[in-house]
């Protein structure tokens, strides 16, 4: 069992940054993969980033590369999302997942077992 909680978001003009943060709490984390989803009003939620249990493999979705990283620390349980150049229609609520099967299909919420309650980004001008 793994319970996840993010922190982090807020308001932020754009160009800005922000950090997101989500902690686990169970003993198992760093077999985990972990994957940062977000969703905007009337939207379907959509994958961001994933980065494996070991941190050596990041992925993002093409809106993001190149200013979203996503990083793990698991002797501190865990996983950060690094957000720079922010535009308006990063604007969204933010969740992290986690994923104790490994599953190929990482960019589908299915694949996740675990999530948190998620934590509001607003970018404006």
């Known amino acids: 069992q793994v319970q996840l909680v993010e922190s982090g978001g807020g308001l932020v003009l754009t160009g800005g940054s922000l950090r997101l943060s989500c902690a686990a709490s169970?003993?198992?984390?760093?077999?985990?993969?972990m994957g940062w989803f977000r969703q905007a009003s009337g939207k379907e939620r959509e994958f961001v980033a994933a980065i494996k249990w070991s941190g050596g493999n990041t992925y993002y979705t093409d809106s993001v590369k190149g200013r979203f990283t996503i990083s793990r620390d698991n002797a501190k349980n865990t996983v950060y999302l690094q957000m720079n150049s922010l535009k308006a229609e990063d604007t969204a609520v933010y969740y992290c997942a986690a994923d104790g099967q490994s599953r190929a299909f990482y960019r589908s919420a299915s694949a996740y077992d675990y999530w948190g309650q998620g934590t509001q980004v607003t970018v404006s001008s």
């Open positions: 169970g003993r198992t984390f760093s077999s985990y993969r």
